[in-house]
């Protein structure tokens, strides 16, 4: 393998009529157009939101506050040239709607199509914020004066879905497979080379998140197993982060544009997501410039995938 709000976390829990309803304004691009091309749409849509992990990673708007010990732990240090400490940071999502863009092909001799290949795509809206430690005491918390940073992502993730006639039931479509997701500032300049990702039976580089894997054949991972990661990025000044449920720490910097990190796999078994997320150095250590981050968020199976539906 090489490698929303309506509230976006509301699109992992709302039921499937209200998500239909929320995407039914989502834009619309069909290849080679039939008559049947907006009823198909619709049965597309309504297939992606009774799968609404499809749709939300879960991890990149969290809101959840990491600790800024966490960028000086693992062999990093913060000697790099600093305008303030950062103590806590988080980001606050105010919107991340999701539209979706259709392409349908493989007609049959009806002029059905049979494959429907749906690019996702969210425009995250927020802020980033730090809590940092006061200028003329650094064992006091400055919070009457918390950095706000405007956040102006873009969040992608390509999906191909079949059209498949099962016995006794109606025709209906299945995500066969799916890209990774990446989510990025607009006009930012930070950027991820690559992940290589390591485990028991796994050692994949990924240079593109965003190509199309089956489903069946994504990461798979053991419960209980380890998951080593070396990201690359351009610079070796980088806050590089990595996510998975509600863990969120450095990678250690090998000062050499590469960082290093392991994430412990849990129990928990099923579909999840673990991601690298590049922040520029001046987005956590200097006040005066903006937020700039990339971040490339993976898919995999925790234990055996479920079958039929994940074909």
Excluded at 86 to 106: E, G, M, Q
Excluded at 127 to 134: E, G, P, R, V
Excluded at 205 to 229: E, K, N, R, Y
Aim: net charge neutral.
């Amino acid at each position: 393998m090489r490698g929303t709000v309506v509230n976006t976390r509301s699109l992992r829990f709302a039921p499937a009529a209200l998500l239909i309803a929320a995407l039914a304004g989502c834009s619309g691009k069909v290849a080679a157009p039939t008559s049947s091309g907006s009823s198909e749409q619709t049965n597309v849509t309504s297939s992606l939101t009774h799968s609404p992990d499809l749709l939300d990673d879960g991890l990149y708007t969290d809101p959840s506050s990491t600790p800024a010990s966490a960028t000086t732990s693992r062999g990093n240090t913060s000697s790099l040239e600093a305008a303030i400490s950062p103590r806590f940071f988080w980001r606050t999502i105010v919107s991340a709607v999701p539209r979706l863009t259709f392409v349908f092909s493989d007609t049959d001799s009806v002029g059905r199509p049979r494959q429907a290949d749906v690019l996702v795509t969210r425009r995250i809206l927020g802020t980033f914020n730090i809590l940092k430690a006061s200028s003329s005491d650094s064992t006091v918390l400055d919070s009457a004066n918390i950095v706000h940073k405007p956040i102006d992502d873009i969040w992608l993730r390509h999906l191909r879905l079949r059209r498949f006639v099962l016995p006794g039931e109606a025709n209906v479509w299945r995500v066969v497979a799916a890209s990774g997701i990446q989510a990025s500032t607009q006009n930012g300049s930070t950027s991820i080379t690559s992940v290589r990702v390591q485990a028991t039976g796994v050692d994949t580089t990924v240079t593109d998140p965003l190509q199309l894997f089956q489903m069946v054949h994504c990461f798979q991972f053991a419960p209980g197993d380890s998951i080593v990661l070396t990201a690359t990025t351009p610079r070796t000044d980088d806050v590089v982060l990595a996510y998975w449920t509600d863990h969120r720490e450095r990678f250690r910097s090998n000062g050499d544009g590469t960082y290093s990190f392991t994430i412990h796999l849990n129990a928990v078994l099923g579909y999840r997501y673990f991601a690298i997320n590049a922040l520029s150095h001046g987005t956590l250590f200097d006040d005066a410039l903006p937020y700039d981050s990339m971040a490339w968020i993976l898919h995999c199976f925790v234990g055996a995938p479920p079958h039929p539906y994940y074909e």
